[in-house]
C-alpha cells in the first residue's frame, strides 16, 4: 500500500514562512516526479512546483522567487519552502508523486496526499 504523507500546514502571517514535507512510504519501486498543487475554496486544484528525480524543477509564475521545491530520494521525500506568503497562498496543499510501485513494475501511477491547509492571514 503506497502512501503520501503531508505536514507542515498551519497559519501564518503574510510575509511569513512555511515549509512542508510529503514523505512517501509502501512497497515502492522507484518514483518519477514529485510535485506539490494546491486547491482553495471554490477554485480548481493547480500545480504549484514539480521536481524531476535528477532535481530538475519548475514553479507557477505566481510563486517564482518566494517558493522553493526540493526532494530527498533517500528518504521519498519532497520538500516545499514558501518564504514570503501572501493571503493569495492561502489553500490545502497536496503532495503528487509519479511512481512505481513493487506490486505493478511494468508502469506509473499517479498518487496524492491527503493535502494540509495553509492559512495566510494577519
Known amino acids: 500500500q503506497v502512501q503520501l504523507v503531508e505536514s507542515g500546514g498551519g497559519l501564518v502571517q503574510p510575509g511569513g514562512s512555511l515549509r512542508l514535507s510529503c514523505a512517501a512510504s509502501?512497497?515502492?519501486?522507484?518514483?518519477?516526479?514529485m510535485g506539490w498543487y494546491h486547491q482553495a475554496p471554490g477554485k480548481e486544484r493547480e500545480l504549484v512546483a514539480t521536481?524531476?528525480?535528477?532535481?530538475?524543477?519548475s514553479y507557477a509564475d505566481s510563486v517564482k522567487g518566494r517558493f522553493t521545491i526540493s526532494r530527498d530520494n533517500a528518504k521519498k521525500s519532497v520538500y516545499l519552502q514558501m518564504n514570503s506568503l501572501k493571503p493569495e497562498d492561502t489553500a490545502v496543499y497536496y503532495c503528487?508523486?509519479?511512481?512505481?510501485?513493487?506490486?505493478?513494475?511494468?508502469?506509473?501511477?499517479?498518487?496524492w496526499g491527503q493535502g494540509t491547509q495553509v492559512t495566510v492571514s494577519s
Open positions: 503528487n508523486a509519479d511512481l512505481i510501485p513493487y506490486s505493478r513494475r511494468n508502469r506509473s501511477f499517479n498518487y
Open positions: 509502501g512497497s515502492i519501486f522507484s518514483i518519477n516526479a
Open positions: 521536481i524531476t528525480s535528477s532535481g530538475e524543477s
